[in-house]
Structures are given as C-alpha cells and as structure tokens.
C-alpha cells in the first residue's frame, strides 16, 4: 500500500468583484514576506520574537504569520538548494572539462610526433589539424579557468540566501528598460510591484474546521477572511462566489468530509486571480506484483523506451513512446508527458507488473554530455525530466502501480552487450530491459555459467567492475560488432547458423543470464512490434 500523497487541484476565480481585495491582500502578504525575511537571516531575531511583534504591529492572526514562515522557508530551502545545485554542477563541467582537455593535450602529442593513426596523413594535413586542435585546447583551458573562477566566488558566498523577491530577471530588466518593453521606468516599477505581490498563502490544519480557518470551501463558495489591517476596507470576510475545480473536486470534498487539512493558494497570472488546492490523497492498493515481472522505462531527450521482461527476466514486449519535446512550452512539454505516463501506467496497470525507472540526476548528466556530443545535451531539460518523475508517482499511486527506482549504473552498456543484439532490439529498449531485470534483482554478470570461471583473485569484485572495465570500448558501438564480440565469451554464439543446436533443443527457464545460451536458457527471440517472437 502507498502512503498518501500531496495533490493540487486549481480552478479560476471567474468573479472580479473581489479582485481589489486578493490584490490588496496580495500587497500586504508580499510586503510582511519581505520584512520577515529581513528580521529572519538578515538581522537574525528569534521566531517567536518576530511573530509577536508582528501580530501585535500588522493586525495579522497567528494563522497568517505561520503562512508567512512556512511560505518563506520553503523559499529559504529552493534557494539552497538550488545553490547546492550550482555548485555541483559546476564541478561536473570542471570535471569534463579537464577529461577534454586532456584528450586533446594527448591528440595534440600524437600529432606532433606522427605516430599511430596519424602517422599515414600528409605533413601539411597533420600540421592543419594540429593548429585546430592547439585552438581548441587553447579555448578549452580559458573555460576552464572561468569555470574555476565561478566555483571560487560561489563557494565564498556567505550571509543570507540569495533570495529575490520579484525575481532576478525581472530586475536586470530595468538597465534595458526599451529593450524589455518599458517606456519608462515607472512602467518597469510598477511591473516590478506587481510581481512581488503577485501570490498569497493559506495555510491549512486539521485541527481546524473545513481543514483551514484563514479560507474554508462551503458548497460552491470559498470564505476568505482577511486580516484587521484590510477589514476596514473590504469587511471581515471576502465570499468567492462559484468556485469550482474542473479536476479533483471529488478528492477536495472527500478531505473536507474526512477532516483533512487543505491548504489555499492564490496567484495572480495574466491579470485573473486563481485558487490552488493543496491536501492530500489516498493511493489505491498495489495491484501489481514483481512475481509477474516488470516494465522498464529508459527515458530519454526524444523518446521513452519501455521493455516487458517476464518473472525470469526475458523480454517479452518493447516499445517506444515519441516525445517530441524540444521547442514546446512548457504547458505543452506536461501535456505530451502526461500521454506517455498515462500509456506507460496502463501498460503496467494491464500487465499486472510494476514499473521501473532509474534514479538520475540530470544536471550532472547534463554536465558531462556537454564535452560528448553538444547536441543530445541541448536537449536534456531538468524540468521535462523532473516533471516526468512527479507525474509517473502521482498517476502510478492513483492506479496502484508500484514504481521501482534503481541505480542507472551501466544500464545503457548491459543493455548493448547482453540484449540489443540477442533480441534485436534497439539501445534504448536494450537499456529499458536492463533497468527492469534491475528491479526484479537479476544478475547482471558479463559472463555466464557456460563460460570460463574468473580467476580467483577476481572472484570478490563487484559485478560492475566488469561493466566498468569495458564501458569505454562499449559506447557508441554498433549492434553487429558488440554481437561479434560477445560471441568470444559464449560456446556457439560465433558459430554459423547451420552449425548451431536448432532452437527447440534449447529449453526455457530462469537460468538464462549472460552472453551464452546456459543451462535451462530461451532460445534467441525477435521482437516485431510491441511483441517478441521466438526465432525459428
């Protein structure tokens, strides 16, 4: 059984009559936002101390000002972590830079005393591409000496957290204001205003009635209470007249039926104001059970390849899902996601088998693509990628779906040795097939039980140091190739066709791991479709 999960339903707030009180609100929310900050991590008061004082100043109750903390630490915690983030990745273009610089600095040696592969080009040629590899080794170290000047002054940064209310890119406006599309700068302040007081925050409690005492939904109808300071403006309460969710409102009325805490937030976008329901769901009982095997997904910059493996860990189905995701928006890069999840939760719900994906993080990726192949890095998103972990968990929960996350470690190079040739199958339904005998806990050796024993001394090493030690030789080879080699390891992999055991005389079971057909193993299969078939 999952646990639950935060769900947030939004809807539009179609009546305008109360627009003037959500702005002025908004105005006074994001104004004691900014002063609790101040007194917080700039001038380093207590809580407590701030919170007295500030209900006692501001006519706020106490349900407001621990919106205004919760709201700000959880500001406070983005931007550190995302300062972690920078740092990081940082350090990973440090580290594949020096890996570039080196390559050349060796590429640069080999060509100036025409050795190796070289040696057959014509001196005017060698001395060509020696000059064009000295200006790339030239650029390369100035980029790295900027990228070491960068994680010097961000590692120094001391004081409070770069936090800017109105955000950065919206300030830096301002030096340009004809180029951003101001006519002067008061039509810049005035924008600058209105983003910092664009949004409001409502904490809920469980404790309370209708899960929230600043905002409570009462039929079709939302009660906002305002704090003293605007009650002589707008009243005490402020009524929301037809508030609606197009999506979730059955879940928002079982939480108000159950007493559960339901937290609002407004925010202003485009002129319209629209509500935000945060509380949380129950997941449906797992209806799925890794005894039937397992769906890996393999997700990549253009599409997600998905691979069904049965209990003994041999691909039965793959498939890949197109994610034509570069130059769309935002908006439309989680629509095209949430197709390929809802496919992919359905498949699995089908199947009675769960899902397993892996556990990346794709700024250091990111990072270390940008010296391999520059275009595949321009495609890399952290959002695409991070909104597809989110919508896999929140859609796999309402389904009963399990989701397994494993180490992505070598999946790409055991899924190019040990399936892509055997079962036909592409790189990245190869790589979806090792991610899910992954999951299931199969093993992942490099050789196997008809092949010859390691040595002793080896015998205590991990299964990846293996993976490890041929990765370099494995990545952009072709299909063919790795086949031709893998066949060295296995008894009658090489062998022609007519020479072979037919495929009939080669019996199924789980013992089949490894490059060579072992004991109890499948025979060769071709996958046609979404479904495989056994060689004949």
């Known amino acids: ?96 830079t020096e890996r570039a610089i080196a390559k050349l600095q060796k590429q640069a040696k080999a060509l100036a005393s025409g050795k ?39 590692e ?13 890119r919206l300030f830096h406006r301002q030096f340009h ?7 002067s700068h008061d039509a810049w302040r005035k924008a600058w205003r209105d983003a910092r007081s664009q949004s409001f925050f409502c904490l809920g409690s469980k404790d309370e009635r209708s899960g929230n005492q600043t905002c409570s939904l009462l039929g079709d109808r939302l009660r906002l209470r305002l704090p003293n300071a605007l009650a002589g403006r707008f009243g005490r309460h402020v009524w929301l007249q037809g508030v609606r969710f197009p999506y979730g409102q059955d879940v928002i ?65 793959a498939r890949d899902i197109r994610l034509p995701l570069q130059g769309k928006r935002r908006e439309q890069v989680k ?3 949430g197709d390929a999840v809802a496919d992919l939760v359905a498949w699995a719900k089908g199947a009675g088998k769960p899902i397993v994906v892996e556990h990346l993080d794709f700024r250091e990726k990111k990072a270390r693509l940008r010296e391999d192949d520059k275009r595949y890095a321009r495609k890399l998103s952290a959002f695409a990628y991070g909104k597809f972990s989110a919508l896999l968990m929140a859609r796999a929960a309402r389904e009963g779906v399990e989701v397994l996350r494993v180490n992505p470690a070598f999946t790409s190079v055991i899924g190019k040795v040990k399936f892509m040739a055997r079962y036909g199958l592409s790189p990245h339904a190869a790589a979806a097939v090792a991610i899910a005998r992954r999951g299931l806990g199969l093993g992942e050796r490099l050789r196997s039980g008809t092949a010859r024993p390691l040595p002793a001394r080896n015998r205590g090493r ?36 007519s020479t072979r055991a037919p495929a009939a005389s080669r019996p199924h079971g789980p013992g089949c791991d490894g490059l060579a057909w072992g004991p109890g ?13 056994p060689a004949s």
Not at 127 to 134: E, K, T
């Open 1 to 96: 059984m999952i646990g639950p999960m935060q769900a947030t339903f939004q809807t539009k707030i179609h009546d305008r009559s109360v627009y003037p009180a959500l702005d002025a609100l908004a105005a006074l929310y994001g104004r004691l936002l900014r002063r609790l900050f101040v007194d917080l991590y700039v001038r380093k008061r207590p809580l407590v101390e701030c919170k007295r004082e500030s209900i006692a100043r501001d006519g706020i109750t106490a349900r407001y000002f621990n919106a205004l903390a919760t709201d700000l630490k959880a500001k406070v915690k983005a931007a550190e972590e995302a300062h972690r983030h920078h740092l990081a990745h940082l350090r990973g273009q440090i580290q594949s």
């Open 462 to 497: 991990h299964v990846w140091s293996d993976w490890r030690r041929i990765a370099p030789s494995v990545r952009g080879q072709r299909a063919h190739r790795l086949y031709q080699r893998s066949s060295e390891d296995a008894p009658g992999r090489g062998e022609p066709r």
């Open 116 to 154: 190796g592969r070289w040696a057959t080009l014509a001196p005017q040629e060698r001395a060509a591409r020696r000059r064009r590899v000295r200006f790339r080794l030239h650029q390369k170290k100035r980029r790295l000496a900027m990228l070491r000047a960068r994680l010097e002054a961000a």
């Open 253 to 317: 009325l079982a939480a108000l039926a159950s007493g559960q805490a339901i937290s609002y937030r407004f925010v202003r976008k485009n002129g319209a104001w629209y509500v935000f329901a945060t509380t949380e769901r129950p997941a449906a009982p797992i209806t799925t059970s890794r005894r039937a095997g397992a769906l890996g997904a393999d997700l990549n910059p253009d599409r997600l390849a998905v691979a069904e493996v049965d209990r003994f860990g041999n691909p039965v189905a």
């Open 177 to 183: 204001l004809e180029a951003n599309g101001f006519a």
């Open 156 to 168: 120094a940064r001391t004081g409070s957290p770069p936090i800017c209310f109105g955000s950065r």
């Open 335 to 337: 629509a095209i996601l």
């Open 521 to 533: 193993c499948d025979p060769p299969a071709r996958i046609v479709g979404s479904t495989v078939r």
